[in-house]
């Protein structure tokens, strides 16, 4: 255990999951492996997220703090806290308050404490529908409106470090809508790219939301979709710098409709668009965001130059080498 306790280790929190399974995997490919994972695998198949990853070890998610404060973790110096219920449609109120807020709280001040770099997943659902701005660089994020639970459990989080004056010796990660391998476990949570995949497989054809807007035509709503793969990027990037510090945007910059993102897929598979609108659920309707694009002009200014992967490429990429093999991160090698 003394030799151990002189090693230099990654966390990262939700490594089972979509985007901390591809960090875990990102980090491999940079010849990382003393990775403590931590989670909670539960009843579905994210496990098989971990399978093709080098790990050093596995912690649930509710071991994870009374261990660090034991001391018996080894020297943690960097920690990606990408741990959360991700489910916007969550009515637990009490449950996300405890699992998304009081959890990074105590996380983050055991990192502070200790000088390892914390690294968490806040989400660009803090923005709620945008009318108060989506800028990472305005400081008055008292202002900011979520929709959903989700969003307000991951607003508290941001709050409380800028509050608390430690907002800018930490990084919280907003992210857009990530898609890509790996979140085959999301149920109803997994991105268009993933559904609609099976839709086309199934019946020939996707289904999309009508638009509920006169200012909007059916299918014409926006996002700003990224891949997970430049995602992972970006987070590693701003892991890496101390003096890069608060909130900052994660997306593609780019706004682009869900009929672009139905007719990439169709493309991916060399198939003629087949579209249907339906009506969107009564009970989403409120909490439905029209259009969102993150401004990265904060990012740029860390020294990131990255181009993210155009939306087209993405999608073939994800659909001719993961969904249509049925492949995970880390299969491929």
């Known amino acids: 255990m003394s030799g151990r306790k002189k090693k230099k280790r990654v966390l990262v929190t ?63 110096h960097k920690i990606f806290h990408l741990g959360a219920c991700s489910a916007t449609t969550e009515k637990n109120g009490d449950y996300l308050i405890e699992n998304n807020y009081r959890y990074t709280q105590r996380l983050a001040e055991w990192a502070l404490a200790h000088d390892a ?15 108060r701005g989506m800028d990472d660089r305005d400081d008055d994020i008292t202002k900011l409106r979520p929709l959903n639970l989700y969003g307000y459990s991951k607003h508290l989080f941001d709050l409380h470090a800028q509050r608390r004056g430690c907002l800018g010796d930490i990084v ?24 609609a995949y099976q839709q086309i497989v199934e019946t020939g054809k996707i289904r999309l939301f009508k638009s509920h807007r006169p200012d909007f035509r059916d299918g014409e709503q926006m996002r700003d979709f990224i891949y997970v793969k430049d995602a992972v990027a970006i ?14 945007n ?34 989403i309707r409120g909490q ?7 401004d990265i002009g904060k990012l740029r200014e860390t020294g990131y130059d990255a181009e993210t992967t155009p939306l087209e ?15 995970r991160l880390g299969d491929e090698a």
């Open 288 to 294: 439905y965001q029209y259009h969102t694009c993150a």
């Open 14 to 76: 939700g490594a089972a999951g979509f985007i901390g399974s591809a960090l875990v995997h990102a980090l491999n490919q940079r010849g990382v492996e003393d990775i403590l994972v931590v989670d909670v695998l539960g009843h579905d198949d994210k496990w098989r997220n971990l399978s093709p990853l080098k790990f050093d070890d596995y912690l649930q998610a509710s071991e994870l703090l009374a261990a660090l404060e034991s001391g018996g973790l080894g020297r943690i």
């Open 172 to 195: 919280g990660i907003k992210y857009f809508n990530v898609f890509g391998p790996n979140e085959y476990h999301k149920g109803e949570m997994r991105s268009l790219v993933c559904k």
């Open 235 to 248: 987070t590693l990037h701003l892991a890496e710098s101390k003096r890069t510090g608060g909130l900052y």
């Open 313 to 327: 490429a993405a999608v073939h990429d994800y659909v001719t080498n993961y969904l249509a093999p049925n492949r």
């Open 117 to 131: 770099r914390f690294v968490y997943a806040s989400s660009a659902a803090t923005y709620g529908d945008g009318a």
């Open 250 to 283: 994660v997306g593609s910059g780019i706004a682009r409709t869900w009929l672009d993102l139905g007719r990439a897929i169709f493309a991916a598979l060399d198939r003629e668009p087949q579209i249907e609108f339906i009506d969107m659920p009564e009970n």
